[in-house]
């Protein structure tokens, strides 16, 4: 399992635990978040996210997730 | 080869999404889309897509969601890894920012490449290989 990989696992099983992110986009390691920035671009410009390449997500808020069930 | 995964759980609601590596002009970002049937079309997040290297220089197209939303696109070729495959396929980019809340995997592209199974009751999917 890459480390791409495992930061997606993290993701899934520790779900509700990013929820509290919502509206930001999150870097995830093998090991759980290790960032967290309002734009993707001030994520990806973190020093660990660019010497890692980790798992990036932008977690919605619930308003959004509903937008897509609503489609 | 078949990929197993599971729903995730966003703000109380199970969503099938995948991860996967997108790549254009030697730029990589590891991230999930939301596998969706309903769409013609794989669509990138506004901001992936800029950091991607996009430019909003590509083919324009128009889509209407079934809820009769208008998104224009522009469209671009952009190397995958998904489930253990790399292939080509593309991808919208939302002229405006924040139109398109997931980026999303539709027909166009995934779907030709992978059988798709949706387990509903076991909040699971599966991508097999054609």
Redesign the interface.
């Known amino acids: 399992m890459d ?3 495992a ?2 696992s993290w ?2 099983k520790h ?2 635990e ?2 509290k992110h ?1 509206g930001k ?1 999150v870097a995830i390691s093998n090991d759980g978040p290790i960032a967290v920035s309002g ?3 001030e994520l ?1 410009d973190k020093k660990d996210v660019k010497r890692l ?10 308003e ?8 | 080869m078949t990929a197993d ?2 729903y ?6 199970k ?1 099938p999404l995948a ?1 996967i ?1 997108l790549t254009h002009l030697g730029r ?5 889309a ?1 596998i969706d049937s ?1 769409s013609a079309l794989s669509i990138v ?1 506004g ?2 897509g ?2 991607l290297g996009l430019v909003h220089r590509g083919e324009l197209v128009k889509i209407s ?3 009769g ?1 208008e998104t224009v696109l522009h469209m671009y070729e952009l190397d995958n890894e998904l489930a253990g495959r790399n292939f080509k396929s593309k991808f919208g980019l939302p002229m405006k920012r924040g139109d398109v ?2 980026s999303i995997l539709g027909r166009d592209g995934i779907f030709e490449n992978f059988e798709v199974k949706f387990r509903q009751r076991e909040s699971k999917f599966a991508l097999s290989d054609y």
């Open positions: 480390v791409a990989t930061g997606y993701s899934v779900s509700s990013l929820d919502a986009w734009t993707l671009k990806m390449n980790p798992f990036i997500t932008r977690i919605p808020t619930k959004e997730v509903l937008s897509v069930l609503r489609l | 995964f599971e995730k759980c966003i703000q109380g609601e969503l991860p590596k990589t970002i590891l991230t999930e939301l309903g997040h901001e992936i800029e950091q969601g079934a809820g939303k809340p997931y």
